[in-house]
């Protein structure tokens, strides 16, 4: 029998997809839509600043690819380094499989198949390659990865973004699990550095060192061959309580596509996903109940371990710390009953009415039943609501927040979504743009998506 890495790359050099289901092209579609839209709204953000002159300071003169996050083209892996940032700066994008796999896999796509002159339908391919190897690593771990330190979007979406890379470029079966192999070394990524820069970087960086581990691989650089299962290798590794699955063989092959199963959550609020069922509670009630932020006593919240060591800002001063702040969230949704890029601010944050309904809110992590289709958060997050009055007012049990591939965005709402992120774009014909990716598959050139 094949080690889990051969097997894998087995499936990266000839997925065997066949004509592939209407609906995986369209969940694939939606995250393409989706992280053009967060990657354009968040390439003001200074990180992208950085990371963008840090690139132009090494002084290649490589043009293979559109970097969408400024202007410009660059080598594909720095198209996809800068791309990446942009596109995780704001924390509104997919999620999935513990992570936000769009925000990696799409501009590594966009950049690897713009440089080899490749089509949407290639893209489109690539992307779901990567998404099912996401997948088949994700479904190995039975523990939070969060709960060890690791974020998943950098450390699976490493791999994936390789087997992406990898497929796109035709590596033969021995030459993709090289790349396999070498993607399992670069992967890194700390939940400590959430609600700083350097957490949108761990998407950019998964994103370009995807692609250098493939261009690695492809020019013959080896790695071993059994990287990814050894019990001294990425898995293993990686496993918060050594209990990673090594052995189990890979069911990448004859069975439905696993995003067929999982799809994706498409971000309703551009702040951690662990705050949206909790957020969508209390604007609901707050809407119901017409309450005024001065009538609230107290406010309640059960939620997740997992999620709880995510949410690790409990009185944010900033619009980037409170992205990570389940007491930012409940006061923004009493006080503006929205959380939107207009209270993710400096200003708002640091508004004294918002900063005292910070200290009123009361979190208790629940270590319970997991959420099947989230397994890093709980079954269920609940919240209460005590006004001065003495009334309580209860959510009872949150399931799936709004967005939530369970409880999908209306395509209207999609659409509204990608024009509000890039309204300010005044060099992107928004409509054009809009209009191609909703037929990605029938493009000849990736080139053409944003040139015509």
């Given at each position: 029998m094949?080690?889990l890495?051969r097997s894998?790359a087995e ?6 997809f ?5 609906r995986a092209?369209e969940?694939?579609?939606?995250g ?7 990657l354009?709204?968040?390439?003001e953000?200074?990180v992208?600043?950085?990371v963008?002159?840090f ?11 559109t970097?969408?996050?400024?202007s410009?083209?660059?080598a594909?892996a720095?198209a996809a380094l800068?791309?990446g940032?942009?596109?995780h700066?704001l924390?509104?994008?997919?999620v999935?499989m ?11 796509v ?5 440089a080899?002159?490749?089509g949407?339908?290639?893209?489109v ?7 099912e190897?996401w997948?088949?690593l994700?479904r190995?771990?039975p ?6 330190g ?6 699976l979406?490493?791999v ?6 990898a ?12 790349a396999?192999?070498?993607?399992g070394s670069?992967a ?6 959430f ?12 994103a370009?060192?995807g692609?250098e581990?493939a261009k ?6 080896t ?15 990686l ?7 090594l052995?189990a063989p890979?069911?990448t ?9 999982t ?22 009630l ?8 001065e009538?609230?006593?107290e406010?309640?919240a ?5 999620q709880a ?13 409170a992205?990570?702040s ?16 207009a ?8 508004q ?15 270590d319970?039943e ?10 269920n997050?609940?919240i209460?609501i ?5 009334r309580?007012?209860?959510s ?5 927040a709004r967005?939530?591939?369970?409880l ?16 300010a774009?005044r ?10 990716l ?9 080139a053409q998506?944003?040139h015509?």
């Open positions: 094949s080690g890495t894998l499936f990266v050099h000839a997925p065997g066949g004509a592939l289901p209407a092209v969940i694939a579609q939606s393409f839509i989706d992280t053009v839209a967060t354009i709204a968040g390439r953000e200074p992208v600043g950085i963008t002159r690139v132009a300071a090494r002084g290649s003169t490589a043009s293979e690819a970097v969408l996050a400024g410009g083209r660059a594909s720095d800068i791309n940032t942009a596109g700066a924390d509104f994008d997919d999935a513990g992570g936000h796999p769009s925000t990696v896999l799409v501009p590594t966009l950049a690897e198949a713009e080899l002159g490749l949407g339908a290639d893209a391919r690539a992307y779901l390659v990567g998404y190897v997948s088949e994700f190995r771990e523990d939070a990865y969060h709960l060890k690791w974020h998943p979007t950098a450390v979406g490493t994936a973004a390789a087997a992406a890379s497929h796109l470029r035709g590596l033969p079966v021995d030459r993709a699990r090289h396999l192999s070498l993607a670069f890194a990524g700390l939940v400590a550095n609600g700083t820069m350097t957490k949108p970087l761990h998407a950019g960086r998964a370009a060192s692609i581990a690695l691989a492809q020019a013959g650089l790695a071993a061959d059994d990287a990814i299962e050894h019990h001294a290798g990425y898995l293993a590794a496993s918060p309580t050594g209990k990673a699955d052995d890979v069911i092959r004859n069975r439905p596509l696993g995003i067929l199963d799809g994706l959550s498409i971000k309703k609020y551009p702040i951690c996903y662990a705050t949206h069922r909790v957020i969508d509670a209390v604007i609901d707050a809407q119901a109940h017409d309450l005024q932020p009538a609230v006593r406010v309640r059960w939620i997740g371990v997992a060591s995510m949410l690790r800002n409990h009185r944010p001063v900033t619009g980037l710390a992205k990570f389940l007491e930012f969230a409940v006061a923004s949704s009493l006080t503006a009953r929205s959380v939107g890029l209270e993710l601010t400096d200003r708002f944050v640091n004294p009415g918002v900063q005292r309904l910070m200290e009123r809110v009361r979190i208790q992590a629940v319970g997991r959420c099947p289709h989230e397994p890093v958060f709980a079954l997050d609940r209460e005590e006004l001065t009055d003495g309580v007012l209860a009872g049990d949150l399931r799936f967005g939530n591939a369970m999908p965005l209306k395509p209207a709402d999609l659409k509204a979504k990608f024009f509000d992120c890039t309204r774009a060099d992107l014909d928004a409509e054009a743009v809009f209009e191609r909703n037929r990605l598959p029938e493009l000849p050139r990736i998506l944003f015509g």
